[in-house]
């Protein structure tokens, strides 16, 4: 934790680790004899229980997404822009709550625990999530928790079709859905992607099937090459360009010189990939990307989003940012257009940024001001209630 | 061949084998001790040797560019919709020639040929190549023909860098360089991409460090997760949306139903790139996408492509699509104002298309419309000149 991390930091943070006892049903039918969230809460929940926000994460998150577990650690958690006393979504007026979803591999129940009809890990045979498998979850540990209602519940890309199934699911139990740089479902170049991503994974010798921890071993090529596929697509074109362009890293381009010669951008790459796939699970990657490819969110509403939204009680906050071509603008407005039509309340902004998908979770002063202009709302709602 | 091929096809082609004997220095410094080309053409050659266009080939390409091989041939060559009879390269009026690049597998010396100093094949011994390299080969193509000037240099994507480097180290032997969807050189996003493809094939443990011939294997898996990569960014998220959507080609969408669900994206995906993994070569995959990421059009002109083009003297037409991503018209545009600048002739056309980079092979109206009168024009200096 740097020294001057204090002030807009929520500081040290310890995960809660939660064991439910219950047998869990999942989308597909298999059920878990109980399971394990983890998930960190920063900020204190108010007497009235009425100022609790829910964090969902993204394929690659967790539930630390804001504050430093030791005074060691360098990096704080994923979504700390955001997150801390006098940020959007303000500590001190917020009870902040995020998890690992079930299927990750940071604490919660996922492949790499162990399986209690075999006392072996899952590994490949981890169940298949849906999303709403996590809605489910979440909504175990916010009746664990005493929040009958959230405030907000706030997620980007994946983590927004999260915040989209809670208000059509639970639609009483949220007052606000903010959904940034997401969809209401993915487009084919989004799926063949993941596609790519997973044979990857699968092609590693390594894998064993998923059982590479039975074999002592990990798919790291394998992982490190879904990693930079993801990362490529994540960054836009202008970014990767302004940050690496044509610049070598060693070696020179003069004739005759060819051997070792290699460009910023490939060792870059290598290295995201190579950290990457010694961090995270790869059977946790696939089941999270084949969450992804299965949303859908108005597939059993005839295909009609605006039929889908229906039922859902809350008020709406959506965010795009200019270079996201995974999930992109256009994904953002579709969405606006059907809650529109739907007669919700919808407030909607597509921030001017050179950092593709990646820029939700970046720092920029215009997505700073509309994010906390919208959580003032947010707490002035809370207020006004009591 | 089709048998209603006839009227607009050239028919039935066979290609020619050349054994050139003397030493051949690559950029690199290297020398290989003869070398072969394999090439086709298509067309009468005219009696003032000056109505020959030179087809170069892009990634994956070959000499095979128009026309059937055999009666058995369900598909004609790579170019065919716009090389024959009638067609906007219209063999009735040109001698065309395509050819097999250097490092190729279809033919000319490659990885997969003996290297002459050991009696092995050179896998992955065979030398680093530039561009530069493809376009003195094509020179001495030239010369064994006995062509002095091409009527056209004519290349999309790599094929296009190929047109551009003969525009300027053999001046005075084109009088017209067409560049369709290509660039002055490949972004740090490009370059990404070809890195993971590259990594993909050399995780393969079946590459053996590029001696899977020697170990009598290939690496399939890694060659087709590169391909797969290639498909999906040579195409629009446009095009693959309306080709597949998000359509299951096996299992329902039905909760508790997940087994075996794939998308149709999926399968297409694995089946291109298994069926591209027995038919390339791995090395020549990875060489051929080296010397797109080196190739610099500028880069020995001080980063001026203004400086770089002041000596070529032909006219250029250069043609761009829509949606293609991996080589925008942003790139074409850029080329357009130094050729502008630099006082040249050039005729830029951006075509509406829905098909991405792959627009460049592909039918399309518009396209078809603006190459075959530019290649009139062509024509018409032929005539005029005699």
Redesign the interface.
């Known amino acids: 934790m740097p020294t001057d991390a204090n002030e807009q930091s929520v500081g040290l943070v310890t995960p809660i680790t939660h064991h439910f006892e219950h047998d869990f049903e999942l989308?597909?039918?298999k059920i878990l004899a109980g399971y394990d969230l983890v998930y960190e809460t920063y900020g204190e929940l108010n007497s009235e229980r009425s100022n609790a926000i829910l964090i969902c994460h993204a394929l690659s998150g967790n539930h630390h997404a804001a504050g430093f577990h030791s005074f060691d650690d360098k990096r704080p958690g994923w979504f700390d822009h955001y997150i801390g006393p006098g940020k959007p979504i303000d500590t001190n007026r917020f009870f902040v709550v995020a998890l690992n979803n079930i299927g990750g591999c940071s604490g919660s129940t996922g492949p790499q625990s162990i399986n209690p009809a075999t006392g072996k890990r899952w590994g490949a045979d981890f169940p298949?999530l849906?999303v709403r498998d996590w809605v489910k979850s979440q909504a175990e540990l916010s009746d664990l928790l005493g929040i009958d209602v959230w405030a907000a519940i706030v997620g980007g890309s994946l983590g927004g079709m999260q915040a989209l199934r809670w208000s059509l699911e639970y639609p009483e139990r949220l007052k606000h859905c903010v959904v940034i740089a997401s969809a209401m479902?993915?487009?084919?170049?989004n799926?063949?992607?993941n596609?790519?991503a997973r044979?990857?994974i699968m092609?590693?010798?390594a894998f064993h099937d998923g059982n590479y921890l039975e074999h002592d071993t990990l798919p790291r090529?394998?992982l490190?090459?879904a990693r930079?596929?993801g990362h490529?697509t994540y960054l836009s074109?202008e970014v990767?360009?302004s940050?690496?362009?044509?610049e070598l890293r060693s070696g020179s381009?003069k004739?005759?010189?060819?051997?070792g010669?290699e460009?910023q951008?490939?060792s870059y790459?290598?290295y995201q990939?190579e950290s990457f796939s010694g961090a995270f699970d790869a059977n946790s990657y696939i089941r999270m990307t084949q969450a992804l490819?299965?949303f859908?969110l108005a597939?059993e509403y005839d295909n009609d989003p605006v039929a889908a939204f229906e039922n859902a009680q809350c008020d709406f906050f959506a965010v795009s940012f200019t270079t996201d071509?995974r999930f992109s603008p256009e994904r953002s407005q579709e969405m606006v257009q059907a809650l529109m039509a739907a007669q919700k309340k919808i407030s909607y902004v597509e921030i001017e940024s050179k950092l593709g998908h990646d820029a939700f979770l970046l720092p920029n002063a215009r997505y700073q001001e509309v994010f906390a202009a919208y959580m003032n709302r947010v707490h002035k709602s809370i207020k006004r209630k009591r």
Chains 1, 2 share one sequence.
């Open positions: 989308a597909c039918g298949g849906r479902k993915l487009s084919a170049q799926i063949a992607f596609e790519v044979k990857a092609s590693d010798p090529d394998g490190a090459l930079m596929v490529i074109d990767l360009g940050k690496f362009g044509r381009f004739m005759g010189q060819d051997e010669v460009f951008i490939q790459l290598n990939g490819d299965f859908d597939r071509w």
